[in-house]
């Protein structure tokens, strides 16, 4: 009727025209932190700007390489819930578990949070503010702390304490090893350069030395010949080596103890290379320098054997990407021959270069060494692919097997039958 009130209706805009307005602040936000930076850095000193560089990007590369590692397991979770995988069943979560979507919203805060602090370190700092710069990355650490450990309904509490009590039970392998936790641990060694950072700057932190030169001399306590750095590189293979043990105890298997060698192989690379800083020159180069590469070798090709034997399997090898749903990604990826070669000859190349990074005498590009921690997580991020459909195919071929078991065979079923002649 004339004069009648219309409805209010909400205008919502597309999820498309979202999508894009948020990428057109993301790239915004990067550009600024990258414009403030730069101006920040070109304000040092030539001499001192290395040096304050390689300081930085102490306190935030692993950040942003574990920023890395959840973008990529939420990639995971989209291509496995695209697939016939069933991830959830595998890693007995609850129906409350994360979805990909979820995984991807934590990795963007992480991803904007992290350059934040860091700009504004090297702005303060650069600018003459040094307590207020070397703030910044006290409180960053403080606060995701704070969130990982926050006991109250928020920040998705039950992924937290799933993650925390699977990190525990990696720590203390008193039970039973379900594929969660040698799965988590497995991760755990491919970012053991991530916790010898993190372990360095927190060092710093609570010795009072970050926006300092206390921390530049090598043979200080946060120094880089800090007998610390081996100590936590070969912390997650430890982990996992008594993980195989304890596998070993339960089932009496001698895959186990096999197992258990391949990770004890990165005990000598990791601890002959600290070596280096603790010997003669002399006895470094005649007798350690060819037991470290020994060692590496026999790391990198052991690791590589016991990836594609044992925690592939190669006859499936790109069934993960026939998806439910065909689209350009099942085109370009399933059943293609260059996706197997692809994974054998990145995977060895890289399980090469890994040594690069466990060994403590080779690390003097910061840059370098970050591309390959990188590279790292990028292999692990393939071998989760493979290694979580070969344990779904277990599931699947052990639950038919049990369920044909219970069916009665055709004789029984005659025999069992009453017939009247």
Sequence with gaps: MKGAALPAVAIMPSPLFLWRFKAILFLLWGLCCCKIGWDSVMRMSADLRDLFLYEAFLYY???LLVALMIWLWGVNLWVFAQSSVNYAKVFDLSQ???????????ATW???????????????????????????????????????????????????????????????????????????????????????????????????????????EADSICGSHSIAIPLVLVFPYL?????????????????????????????????LSALKYHVFPEQWVSFYRPLWLISSVINSLYSFYWDIKRDWDLSILTRIFMFKNPSIWTNLLYGRNWVFYWVLGSNLVLRCT??????????????????IAALEILRRWQWVFFRVENEWNKMTAKQNLEMSSDMPSEGDRLLDSNHTV
Excluded at 96 to 106: A, K, P, V
Excluded at 131 to 153: E, G, N, R, W
Excluded at 240 to 258: N, P, S, V, W
Aim: aromatic share 16%; charged share 15%.
């Design 61 to 63: 590369n692993p950040l």
């Design 96 to 106: 409350t578990h994360l979805s990909h979507r979820e995984i991807w919203r934590c």
């Design 110 to 216: 992480l991803t904007l949070i992290v350059p934040t602090s860091m700009t504004a370190y090297l702005y303060l700092y650069s600018h003459g503010e040094v307590s207020l710069a070397a703030s910044q990355p006290v409180l960053l650490y403080a606060i995701l702390l704070m969130i990982l450990f926050s006991p109250f309904d928020m920040f998705y509490i039950s992924s937290r304490f799933y993650f925390l009590r699977t990190v525990w039970r990696i720590i203390l392998p008193l039970q039973a090893i379900t594929f969660p936790d040698f799965f988590l641990a497995d991760i755990f060694t491919s970012m053991s350069k991530v916790f010898s950072d993190l372990e360095r700057s927190v060092c710093r932190m609570v010795n009072r030395q970050v926006a300092t030169i206390a921390w530049f």
């Design 239 to 271: 982990c996992r080596f008594f993980q195989c043990l304890r596998q070993y105890k339960d089932t009496k298997e001698k895959t186990c103890l096999l197992n258990a060698l391949k990770y004890s192989t990165a005990v000598p690379v990791i601890f």
């Design 354 to 371: 890994w040594t690069y990074k466990l060994s403590a005498h080779l690390r003097h590009n910061y840059l370098t060494v970050f591309t």
